[in-house]
């Protein structure tokens, strides 16, 4: 179950990345006014922001996710305990 968050939340770091060259390639032509051009810009450095944190928590968790199961089979904790 983990995993497939773990690559979901990947695949949508990759596609907010696509869309902000996109967004850069449309800044570099001249169909956008000085506004237009300001307010794209900030909204790229939001999204970079975000998609930022999301990725080092998306990393931050598999990582985790791959220590415990490391240390399960170490300490051969793959019972289920009630």
Known sequence: MLDI???SALAI???AERLIETARRLLDGD???EAGV????REIER???VIFGVDEAVRSLA???ECWSQAV???GLEKTLH
Do not use: C
């Not at 300001?38 to 810009?41: D, G, S, T």
């Open 63 to 65: 990582l985790t996710v």
């Open 47 to 49: 999204l970079r922001d």
């Open 38 to 41: 300001y307010e794209l810009n």
């Open 31 to 33: 169909d956008l006014d």
């Open 73 to 75: 089979h170490a300490h």
């Open 5 to 7: 968050i773990i690559r």
């Open 13 to 15: 770091v990759g596609r």
